[in-house]
């Protein structure tokens, strides 16, 4: 590729060459510490990449060829390097705090307000640890943090306080909302001051910002791991996974449009909040997520004034929790209406698999999946209405106290179905898994359900006191073509 091409540059923004004393090339791009645009000793410019030059640009207008056009950085083209959309913390590191593993904020503040000036671009971390002393605020549209890995980017942050965001997507000064943008590939974790549980920080979030993807991150230490509040809209979360925070792993509580995927939460030490705890969306989706060792595992209770709405949760496993691993509860005065759990695998909870609660719960339906081996109840209804539950499987729940409680206990709630599945022991008695004939009955409809309930195929055998147990006489109750139990008449 060759010239002549003609240019007029206007030289003096540009830094000069780097000798050490320069803050940062005037525009630059990944690839080296040494590699961008600068004003050379003769006032040019010099594009400079892997330590050569292989362009340079008379500010007056000559015409000049251009050489070497294969040392240029691939895949980036010669127009994405001048407009300096692909840059490193270490191209801004003056005082080579990167290299030395000290905090480096002020190099990635340089970057950062670098890409605002020239319309946003990608902030790219190359491996190593990265040590910061404050959060990291982007408040530009079109901001990209990338990692190489989250086992190979790690940013440390050292707090000092018990309260600390890690990356934060936020308003500008003026409180305008941004656009666009992400952080993928990379670790994030707090060291320091360990985290109060009630600090409302993260380790990465959003407040107002629409069209972001949050996706391969391991996140740790902080007081919650993911958080999308406030007006942020159409959030991507993917692949990540949060472990040990003081708090919850995943928070949403913004209008709508959040997408979470393959995200996992784990709490390795004392059980803290929710793996997922949801108080306010609509046309929401969860697919293929997973948490353990939370109090809840999928917590929705929205407050008064919210509302939780349209939900697809596909292919989930909320296991492990220390009190309820799907809990709907709209006790608080907010609502949850149509929310659709398929193949969700909820077991071994302190409490119960999955509990149901609030005259503003509505549209609530399983479909396939189970609750197996809790401690108490698999599944406990004390309010709602519309709940469904179709081939799921309330299997060898009370399993440390055998003969106290129950596949399905309804305390409440009006106008639940219940359409296949089972309810009984864990396995077959040839089973090589424990066999778990542990419930008290299949079915339990206490005093205090006063509403309609319709059971149709599904199989109540193998339970330790009998199929069934109704003492809910003012309930409107039906069982038919059920396995292991036949009603009166």
Not at 118 to 130: E, H, V
Request: charged content about 15%.
């Amino acid at each position: 590729m060759t010239g002549p091409f003609s240019v007029t540059l206007d030289t003096s923004i540009l830094q000069s060459a780097p000798d050490g004393t320069a803050d940062a090339p005037g525009f630059a791009f990944a690839q080296a510490t040494n590699t961008g645009l600068y004003r050379n000793q003769d006032g040019n410019a010099v594009l400079t990449t892997q330590g050569q030059d292989v362009l340079v640009l008379d500010p007056e207008g000559l015409d000049f060829d251009l050489k070497d056009a294969p040392l240029l950085p691939s895949p980036l083209s010669l127009g994405q390097a001048l407009s300096g959309v692909d840059v490193t913390p270490q191209m801004f590191d003056a005082e080579n705090a990167i290299a030395n593993h000290k905090p480096c904020d002020a190099a990635i503040e340089r970057a950062l307000a670098y890409l605002a000036r020239t319309g946003g671009g990608i902030l790219k971390f190359p491996r190593g640890f990265y040590y910061l002393d404050k959060s990291i605020n982007i408040t530009t549209s079109n901001i990209w943090l990338v990692g190489v890995g989250h086992g190979s980017t790690v940013l440390n942050f050292q707090a000092s306080s018990n309260a600390m965001n890690g990356v934060r997507f936020t308003v500008n000064s003026e409180g305008q909302t941004q656009y666009r943008g992400g952080c993928l590939d990379m670790a994030l974790v707090c060291k320091g001051t360990a985290q109060a549980s009630d600090a409302g920080t993260f380790g990465l979030c959003t407040d107002a910002t629409d069209d972001l993807l949050f996706r391969c991150l391991t996140i740790s230490g902080f007081a919650n791991g993911v958080g999308i509040m406030n007006t942020a809209n159409t959030v991507r979360v993917q692949d990540i996974d949060v472990s040990d925070v003081a708090n919850d792993a995943f928070y949403v509580n913004s209008p709508t449009s959040q997408y979470l995927v393959g995200c996992t939460g784990y709490q390795n030490f004392t059980p803290t909040g929710a793996g997922f705890h949801i108080q306010r969306t609509g046309g929401f989706m969860m697919t293929d997520c997973v948490s353990g060792g939370y109090i809840s595992g999928c917590l929705i209770d929205p407050p008064e004034g919210a509302t939780v709405q349209d939900g697809q949760i596909l292919n989930c496993n909320f296991d492990d929790s220390q009190s309820v691993n799907i809990n709907v509860d709209t006790t608080h005065g907010g609502y949850a209406i149509n929310l659709d759990f398929t193949n969700a695998r909820t077991g071994w909870s302190g409490k119960y698999g999955v509990a149901i609660n609030g005259a503003n719960t509505t549209g609530v339906k399983f479909l396939g999946g189970s609750a197996s081996r809790c401690l108490q109840h698999g599944v406990l209804i004390e309010g709602g209405n519309n709940i469904e539950f179709h081939g799921f499987h309330s299997r060898g729940n009370g399993a440390e106290n055998p003969g106290l409680y129950d596949g399905f206990a309804l305390t409440g709630g009006e106008s639940i179905v219940i359409v296949g599945g089972m309810a009984g022991p864990y396995a077959p008695r040839n089973s090589s898994e424990t066999y778990g004939l542990s419930q008290q009955y299949g079915l339990v409809a206490s005093s205090t359900f006063t509403g309609a309930l319709r059971v149709v195929g599904t199989n109540l055998q193998g339970n330790l006191a009998g199929p069934v147990l109704l003492d809910a006489p003012q309930a409107d109750i039906s069982f038919t073509q059920c396995i292991g139990y036949t009603p009166a008449h």
